[in-house]
């Protein structure tokens, strides 16, 4: 089985591991569905035409007063980022108000102070007079510092490249495993959702997928026992009613006696 076909499904599983388990295991409960944009032509027998609508965005969110649509894949990597930078945003905004500043000048207090003491370095060394001097110098600083913070994102990008090919491979292995066991599932996309988000979170696939059967037996054999009981109850229930004599049936009793 090709890594990639696991890797499609997967983003979508790993984000779903971050959130309540649904009660539906292989469809969303609550997530809005893309709908396509070609249409019906009724009158001419039902051929499909492109009616030249947008497709329905999965998610509409407002930011900085403006309405932005966002994609599933879209709208699961901010989620993922935000929940990722939560607790670190959390630490920021403590310490900017022991500051008496926002978070955002907060951080950016730290950009500033860094070039004004180059700056000022540049102006020790080569002297108010010679400012076309630390200009430039200036100028080639702050040219490297783009440099190093792009490289830094890149870096950032390429590892989790790494993390998710890496992944991707692991289940793949074990999904090859959990067919010989099961040899009917056919696809990696047939397994339940909390399987494939427990796979995503680092769980092995076949262990998963046996503790969701063995959850999903507990589930029949509570149904089935309540089932049961209801049953005796109800046949308790039309017993008693049938020994225990009604009070007009009583009343005939009492006047033959």
Not at 88 to 94: A, F, G, I, N
Not at 208 to 215: A, D, G, I, T
Request: a negative charge; aromatic letters at 6%.
């Amino acid at each position: 089985m090709k890594n990639t076909e696991i890797g499609l499904d997967l983003q979508s599983a790993t984000s779903d591991g971050m959130s309540a388990e649904v009660p539906e295991e292989n469809q969303p409960a609550t997530a809005p569905q893309e709908q396509t944009t070609k249409g019906t032509d009724e009158a001419e027998g039902g051929t499909s035409v492109d009616d030249g609508a947008e497709p329905t965005p999965f998610l509409t969110v407002q930011h900085n007063h403006e309405s932005v649509n966002l994609s599933e894949a879209e709208a699961t990597d901010w989620i993922q980022v935000g929940m990722a930078s939560k607790a670190m945003l959390e630490s920021v905004r403590r310490a900017a108000a022991l500051k008496g500043m926002d978070a955002k000048a907060f951080v950016e207090s730290f950009e500033k102070a860094q070039d004004d003491a180059y700056r000022a370095e540049l102006i020790a060394k080569y002297g108010e007079d010679d400012m076309d001097t630390v200009n430039s110098l200036m100028e080639l600083y702050q040219s490297k510092k783009e440099g190093t913070v792009k490289a830094a994102q890149e870096a950032e990008i390429e590892r989790e490249r790494e993390a998710q090919q890496s992944l991707e491979g692991r289940i793949a292995g074990e999904f090859i495993e959990l067919q010989k066991e099961f040899p009917d599932i056919e696809k990696f996309e047939d397994l339940p959702k909390s399987v494939k988000a427990e796979a995503g979170n680092g769980n092995n696939l076949l262990f998963s997928y046996l503790k969701y059967l063995h959850q999903e037996q507990k589930k029949v054999e509570a149904a089935n026992k309540a089932a049961e009981d209801a049953k005796k109850a109800s046949a308790g229930t039309m017993a008693a009613a049938e020994v225990t004599p009604g009070a007009e049936t009583a009343f005939m009793e009492g006047l033959w006696k």
